[in-house]
């Protein structure tokens, strides 16, 4: 039994029951769910959380690939977290999310696979500089664009390409900018920049301004950031930004299958 | 037995025996050896082989995320690809390369996901456009840039930011432009694209212009070409670039297992 009034909701959907080494029982929650099932972003975190909850985890993530292989269902399911590799200072995880399907045959909903490594400072600059915005308080909280629960465990403060307020086919650019938080406020891990990956909407709605059914297929989260860094950030906002680079002919049919849109 | 006269070397080192579903043995080849274990584009291109020759195949790639987790050695390996997932029209995939530990226990060097899909025909534009540069015959072939079979395997026709000629710590980019193909000459296929996108040298030894151990820990390969797509570049040139995004803190000590300089 978890207390929720004390129990932030996103250590909440990331709560997870160890059955036997790196085998994990979960739930969906209210507080993430998207249209037919959780929000995309919170499935990642809660991938991340089976590997950085593992006994024989090493170092902090370096990089993070989640595949989105079919629907979540509301309720239970299974994490399995296996360290295929573990080196001197780096560590190789296959990680995959199970539910039982209509036969009751366990059915794989998600894949991933993660690198977590000890870190070292070396030489180090940034090639990508934060763009001259002003600050979080200069821009508004955007209402929840659409009906969807999870919008409203963010504070979103869009700095420009804000969801289209007409769907009139006059899109020309695909870049949103925005300043983003946990709503509630709630200091910033791994775990947490792995579901905030996955704020974005679909970049085809803003690049066509024109909504049709969109999903995330594939997301690969590479951590620049180290654990100090997270730290200074606090529960302050994030500055976040997406760009599209392409858009063409791909899968469709099954909602949450696919990165393009229906034909 | 292979007749070395007819086949191409990329053809040859994606040879696989099925020993049984999903279960390939394969080999490493003089032609794409790197300095103490195969290139790693070739391993990208042999998991992707694997999946690609399954009988349970559906779709053409869309994406592949390959994690070099240890050292290949010379000789024989295994590669098991598994269709965890299959829908209407996407299909995912967990493969992984193995080989025999110095204990005789088989030790996973290579992890990887991919996503596979029936492609349609939708809405399309590309946000990247093609660079402004001269065709490939305005640049000189570049005479392999550090001992390693496989850069003999490409044709490489650097536009800008080849090998610094100096190691100075001068360098401020780290942009590198070029034309490229297989060498000899080889229709393009996705495996041979798989292999082609690991072709950059370090951002890091640009972007410093100071050669340091670096090798590749993880790449993902976003496929947005379709089969007739590549059909048209034939065994033409791709242009193909790379830029650093940033440069941090990361992991080391094993090469082939670091994203970044050796402290």
Chains 1, 2 share one sequence.
Not at 8 to 19: I, N, Q, Y
Not at 146 to 168: C, I
Not at 174 to 191: G, K, Y
Request: hydrophobic share 40%; charged share 15%; with cysteine.
């Amino acid at each position: 039994m978890t207390n929720q009034a004390t129990i932030h909701p996103l250590d909440d959907a990331l709560l997870l029951e160890a059955r036997e080494p790196g085998i994990f029982t979960g739930r969906t929650t209210h507080a993430y769910w998207n249209m037919v099932g959780p929000f995309g972003g919170i499935t990642a975190a809660t991938l991340l959380q089976a590997v950085l909850a593992h006994p024989q985890l090493l170092g902090d993530p370096l990089s993070l690939t989640v595949n989105f292989a079919g629907a979540v269902t509301e309720g239970a399911f299974t994490v399995k977290a296996t360290p295929v590799r573990t080196n001197r200072s780096t560590q190789h995880w296959i990680i995959t999310l199970e539910q039982p399907g209509p036969d009751g045959q366990m059915l794989i909903a998600t894949t991933a696979t993660a690198v977590t490594a000890v870190r070292r400072a070396t030489w180090g600059v940034t090639d990508t500089p934060m763009p001259q915005v002003e600050s979080p308080g200069h821009f508004e909280r955007a209402e929840p664009a659409f009906r969807s629960q999870w919008l409203s465990s963010y504070e979103m403060r869009p700095v420009s390409g804000n969801l289209p307020a007409v769907w009139d086919d006059s899109g020309d650019s695909s870049l949103s900018q925005l300043w983003v938080r946990d709503a509630p406020e709630r200091p910033l891990d791994f775990q947490a920049l792995a579901a905030l990956s996955d704020v974005f909407y679909p970049r085809l709605w803003l690049r066509r301004a024109r909504q049709v059914p969109a999903g995330t297929v594939s997301i690969t989260t590479y951590f620049h950031a180290n654990r100090e860094q997270l730290a200074t950030v606090g529960s302050g906002f994030l500055f976040a930004q997406a760009k599209g680079r392409n858009f063409a002919m791909a899968s469709v049919i099954r909602r949450h299958n696919c990165g393009a849109p229906k034909a």
